[in-house]
């Protein structure tokens, strides 16, 4: 394996990780145990870890170590608006153009997520990564019909934050709010409404400052208003 390759698998499986919180906010990242575990060099890990500290998604500090860094509240609006400018974009491109297989295709994914959603088993330890499969395809779909599923995929891989409070939202009750945005932002598509399928995005990708308040009740410290010197 190359040292690129190496520094790269080192980097998605930490950050993987981070948003999956399998690694939580504070804990401990040791460059040399990382390094063994996945049967590379140091030099690679720690350039993975100097990379995501320059995401803000681990903090290295002298005197303290290595950890993975909390949630920054600042960047996540900043992420945010960003996605909610571009997605509008491509949605708007959409209005009124659905032809009625590619409406039927948003629906069925609705529905997809609704029954997983619906039937919760803890005989499937993967579920909650399945919903986010299905969400991130109800909003990839736009995207993939304008011949720009590169932008969405390109999206989610620079929303450190976003995308670390996204997998707390299966916990409350903003989960149980998706199919009916969904469905929201669907109809506004198929009726061409762009003032309401502008609404219903907006209010659709705010929904993360619901979790938001739930999560930093239970563990303030997983959050920060702002970058740290």
């Known amino acids: 394996m190359s040292a690129r390759n190496a520094r790269d698998l080192a980097y998605h499986t930490v950050r993987s990780r981070i948003i999956t919180m399998e690694l939580k906010p504070g804990d401990p990242l040791n460059a040399r145990e990382l390094a063994e ?9 720690r350039e993975a870890l100097i990379l995501l500290n320059n995401a803000h998604m681990v903090a290295i500090k002298p005197q303290s170590g290595t950890h993975v860094a ?16 571009l997605e509008k974009e491509i949605l708007t491109r959409m ?5 009625p297989e590619q409406e039927a295709g948003y629906r069925q994914l609705i ?6 959603e619906a039937s919760p088993s803890p005989e499937e330890p ?20 304008c011949g720009m599923e ?10 450190q934050h976003v995308e670390r409070i996204r997998k707390f939202s299966l916990q409350t ?13 669907l109809d506004a598509m198929v009726q061409n409404d762009t003032q309401e399928l502008s609404r219903a995005l907006e209010s ?15 563990h303030p410290d997983y959050f920060t208003d702002g970058l740290e010197p």
Do not use: W
């Open 111 to 116: 529905e997809a997520y609704r029954v997983l």
């Open 173 to 185: 009750n903003e989960n149980k709010a998706v199919c009916a945005a969904h469905t929201r932002i």
């Open 37 to 45: 575990e996945l049967g590379i060099s140091r030099t690679p890990m």
């Open 126 to 145: 993967d579920r909650e990564m399945r919903l986010l499969e299905l969400d991130n395809a109800f909003h990839r779909r736009a995207f993939e019909l």
């Open 150 to 159: 590169h932008h969405f995929d390109h999206m989610p891989a620079s929303l």
């Open 204 to 218: 659709h990708l705010s929904r993360y400052e619901q979790t938001v308040e739930e999560v930093q009740r239970l």
């Open 70 to 85: 909390p949630i920054d509240l600042h960047l996540m609006e900043l992420e945010q608006f960003s996605r909610y400018t």
């Open 95 to 99: 209005c009124g153009r659905l032809t």
